[in-house]
């Protein structure tokens, strides 16, 4: 794993974490950890080579199992 990604990736369980903790003090979830958490999905997306199945609101998948719109 390159160095940029282990960045990344600390990113990304800090902020998982972060709410980890805010909820589990009954606290409410702040708008910007729920802005965080975009970010956290892109970085993981990127990192593990997952791509959308079928549009905007569609699950992930492995990259490689996803058809383009142009193969099917």
Known sequence: MIEHDRKELLKVINIIKEINTTT???CPITYNQVCDLESTEWILRK???FRKVDGHWSDYAYAEEVKDADDA
């Open 24 to 26: 589990d003090e009954k």
């Open 47 to 49: 990192i593990g080579a």
